[in-house]
């Protein structure tokens, strides 16, 4: 099938290095959803979707889920609605909290939880387990802002970790409480810009910055 589904893409990278790669995301919330759903439309074939929260009816209009959901395990529905798109993407759902400890060798993880004390334990225990992720990104959104992180090795991981504050000094300011299903979407495509830039043995940057208010954009690189 992915002959069929990379016609329009197939000279932008080497579309087979897609099915190369177990997938792995942590978060299946406004980042995480619709990553997963543009990834299984693009061909990858097996994901492993870790998250424990239900759908709320606060999640409807910021992670596009339909109205039906509301109670369901996102894992799940998601699961479901992944292999409608793509029948040849095996889904892996994982309906409790990831601790790290579970890693398919060579493996390609997506950071998109909302806490920055969550986000550095799984990807520690993720990068300096038995079997390291050949690339770990990391996306994280306010109401006006998006950052991307790239972790391919171990300068850009020791700059990664020095980004993550303790929960408890991470702003909580009104931003932080609101956000759009486009600052999401935007977030989760950056995630997938970083990605297949990286199999496309580009230079990347570490770190990716975008203000959406001025539309002003930062990388910087290692």
């Known amino acids: 099938m992915l002959n069929r589904r990379d016609t329009r893409f ?6 087979r290095k897609l099915t190369d790669y177990p997938v792995v995301i942590v978060g299946t ?14 061909g990858v074939e097996r994901i492993v979707l870790w998250d424990h929260d239900r759908v709320d009816t606060v999640n409807l209009g910021v992670q596009g889920w339909a109205a039906k959901s509301v109670g369901k395990l996102k894992v799940d529905v998601l699961a479901r609605e992944l292999h409608t798109r793509n029948p040849d993407c095996t889904v892996m759902p994982q ?10 060798e060579n493996a390609v993880v997506f950071l998109c939880v909302d806490n920055l004390d969550a986000r550095k334990a799984i990807g520690a225990a993720f990068w300096e387990g038995d079997h390291r992720p050949a690339f770990m990104c990391d996306g994280r959104m306010t109401l006006d802002t998006l950052r991307v992180f790239a972790i391919h090795n171990d300068a850009t991981y ?5 980004t993550l504050r303790p929960q408890r000094e991470a702003y909580a300011g009104r931003c932080t409480q609101q956000t759009t ?6 977030t ?3 995630m997938i810009q970083m990605w297949t830039n990286w199999l496309r043995e580009m230079p990347l940057p570490w770190n990716m910055n975008e203000n959406l208010l001025t539309c002003d ?3 910087c690189y290692a």
Do not use: N, Y
């Open 217 to 219: 954009l930062e990388s």
């Open 188 to 190: 989760a495509m950056r």
């Open 29 to 42: 919330g406004a980042v995480g959803k619709p990553l997963a759903e543009a990834l299984a439309s693009m």
């Open 181 to 186: 299903l486009h600052a999401a979407m935007l």
């Open 95 to 104: 309906a409790r909290r990831c601790d790290g400890k579970e890693l398919p």
């Open 158 to 162: 020791e700059k990664w970790v020095g």
């Open 10 to 15: 197939a000279e932008v990278f080497q579309t």
